[in-house]
Structures are given as structure tokens and as C-alpha cells.
T-cell receptor, first 112, second 113 residues
């Protein structure tokens, strides 16, 4: 089983719909992240959480919200999806000491 | 503010030749530098990192990277490229041990037989 699991892997939705992307991890890490990948722009940080009670905005948080339900679970929500939120979304985890991120396989979201 | 630049969108190399993927960074203080690789339809995988010590860092799959403080660069290298090295490569930097990781825009490496 993957250490960092994202669901759904693919989703097509319509403008205005609410969408939730879920992430769970078995790494035992306190730190979790949501990134968005767009061609030519690399990965941009949406939100990050250093523990269950700590939520922080990243570079591009507008239009997104997150929930850290437990150490192992970190979900990303789009309250009212718009077409320019079409992208590949990655969840990642890390511990404090190594600095290395462990990524999920990604969730491809298409907003029509 | 910290930032990372990968000046080449694409690098083309013949199999067996050496490869270099370039990365420059801007960060206050001592940087923590990383390289990740992304194969098609997969998440990113860690290749190597520089935190302190020897400027030449060795990582997975025969890759290495050279930290150059005066040029604020952290170029990824491999002496002999393989077709299977074809992928998207990302450089990333964080300002300190607990800081956020900021990624470059990525470089597509294509290795031809």
C-alpha cells in the first residue's frame, strides 16, 4: 500500500460545484501539504499543516480550504469550483528533521 | 522571499552522454536544497538533498548535484544518461529546517537512444 494515498485520482466536475480531495498517510508524519501542479509553473503550495491544530496558507490559498481531521488525514476543498482550478493536485508529508517530502500519486481535477 | 529558477524548460541528451539540469536559487541564510523527479502519471520522488557539508551530493539512480554558494546554484548531474532517466525534474529550496519547500518550474529531460 502507498504511504500517501489520495482520493479521487481523477475527477471531472462542473463550475460552481463543491469538491473535496482527500489525503491519508501511514508515514506517521506531523507535517502535511497540498500542492497544485500546472504545466510550466511547477508546484505551488496551497495550504500546509504542521500538526492537527496548525493550518497555514500557502502561495495560492484563495478559493481553497483545508481540514486536518487527524494526524493522518488532510483534505482539500474547493467550495465553488472554477475552470482555472483545473490542475493536478498533490498531497505530501514530511517530518521535521529530514526535510524530505513524500508525495501521493496526485489527483487530477477538471472543472468544466 | 525564497525562490528557485530552472532556466531550461527542456534538456535533450543522447544516451550515454553526461547530463546537467540547471537550478539557481535565492534565499536568505543557508539554503536547504532538494531535487525531485516525476515520472509520467506519478507523484514526485526524492532524489537528493544538500543541507551542509561536501558541496557534491550523491543521490538515487546515479544522480549527483553540486552546490555552489557563490553562484547560488545547485545543478543536477549524471555522468552517463539512460533512456529511463527521461522525466520531469524539480529543484526546490527551503530557508531553514522547518520552512516551506518552494519548487522551481521543472525541467523536462529527454534521453534518446
Amino acid at each position: 500500500d502507498a504511504d500517501v494515498t489520495q482520493t479521487p485520482r481523477n475527477r471531472i466536475t462542473k463550475t460552481g460545484k463543491r469538491i473535496m480531495l482527500e489525503c491519508s498517510q501511514t508515514k506517521g508524519h506531523d507535517r502535511m501539504y497540498w500542492y497544485r501542479q500546472d504545466p510550466g509553473l511547477g508546484l505551488r503550495l496551497i495550504y500546509y499543516s504542521f500538526d492537527v491544530k496548525d493550518i497555514n496558507k500557502g502561495e495560492i490559498s484563495d478559493g481553497y480550504s483545508v481540514s486536518r481531521q487527524a494526524q493522518a488525514k488532510f483534505s482539500l476543498s474547493l467550495e465553488s469550483a472554477i475552470p482555472n482550478q483545473t490542475a493536478l493536485y498533490f498531497c505530501a508529508t514530511s517530518d521535521l528533521w529530514s526535510g524530505e517530502l513524500f508525495f501521493g500519486e496526485g489527483s487530477r481535477l477538471t472543472v468544466l | 522571499a525564497q525562490s528557485v529558477a530552472q532556466p531550461e524548460d527542456q534538456v535533450n541528451v543522447a544516451e550515454g552522454n553526461p547530463l546537467t539540469v540547471k537550478c539557481t536559487y535565492s534565499v536568505s541564510g543557508n539554503p536547504y536544497l532538494f531535487w525531485y523527479v516525476q515520472y509520467p502519471n506519478r507523484g514526485l520522488q526524492f532524489l537528493l538533498k544538500y543541507i551542509t557539508g561536501d558541496n557534491l551530493v550523491k543521490g538515487s539512480y546515479g544522480f549527483e548535484a553540486e552546490f555552489n554558494k557563490s553562484q547560488t546554484s545547485f545543478h543536477l548531474k549524471k555522468p552517463s544518461a539512460l533512456v529511463s532517466d527521461s522525466a520531469l525534474y524539480f529543484c526546490a529550496v527551503r530557508r531553514n529546517q522547518g520552512g516551506k519547500l518552494i519548487f522551481g518550474q521543472g525541467t523536462e529531460l529527454s534521453v534518446k537512444p
